[in-house]
């Protein structure tokens, strides 16, 4: 793929930086990778979700997230999020996988974790290594460019479970749907801004 300057669709307000995303991808793809080979570690993880149970969590990202990199960790009973610290005096920048909020409570399904999990291994590993790539997807986050980023994301994700790819909050929202479930889980980058 060519790398070119990004047309703008529409002006951003919050900027994402390259690397930002790129710490981001670059620290929870080795947790990714361990729920995608494991399937006991996966039901574990699901569980500990599911109950809200943030010791099990902590303990069990550590060996693969190191504490001191992260800002902090939570779990509403239907996904997790992992914060991570920005330099400066700015919100920290989260990843995360969830079903939304309304849908249900106390679901998150170990099974359709590690399909994503799967799925999701090779876009991150370019964000986290392919610095032009990383700047490219950056660029077109940050000009609102929905349609490339739809098709860097997908060029990289190529399962039809993929239902959707939106830009949202500084950051990028990936929707899958599986037949197991009726709910669509989000893998999402993004940085809640209190303004």
């Known amino acids: 793929m060519s790398i070119s300057k990004v047309p703008a669709v ?3 307000r919050a900027k994402l930086s390259p690397s930002t ?14 729920v995608a080979a494991s399937r006991p570690y996966s039901l574990r993880w699901a569980k500990a979700v599911r109950r809200g149970d943030l010791d099990t969590m902590i303990a ?24 991570f610290p920005i330099s400066g005096n700015q919100p920290p920048y989260t990843n995360a ?11 998150f399904s170990a099974a359709i974790h590690r399909q994503i999990a799967n799925a999701i291994i090779p876009l991150y590993t370019e964000i986290a290594a392919n610095k032009p790539f990383r700047d490219y997807l950056v660029q077109a986050i940050n000009a609102s460019n929905q349609a ?8 990289l994700v190529p399962t039809h479970r993929l239902k959707t790819v939106r830009i949202a909050q ?4 990936l929707g899958f749907r599986y037949p ?4 669509v889980y989000h893998n999402e980058f993004f940085q809640v801004r209190l303004y």
């Open 97 to 107: 996988t969830s079903i939304r909020p309304g849908q249900t409570q106390f679901t």
């Open 60 to 83: 069990m990202l550590h060996p693969y997230v190191p504490r001191f990199a992260i800002d902090g960790i939570a779990t509403n009973g239907i996904g997790y999020f992992v914060d």
């Open 180 to 183: 197991s479930s009726r709910y």
């Open 148 to 155: 490339l980023v739809s098709r860097l994301v997908r060029s």
């Open 10 to 12: 529409h002006a951003s």
């Open 170 to 173: 500084s950051g990028i929202t």
């Open 21 to 34: 995303l790129g710490k981001t991808a670059k620290a929870m793809l080795p947790f990714y990778r361990r």
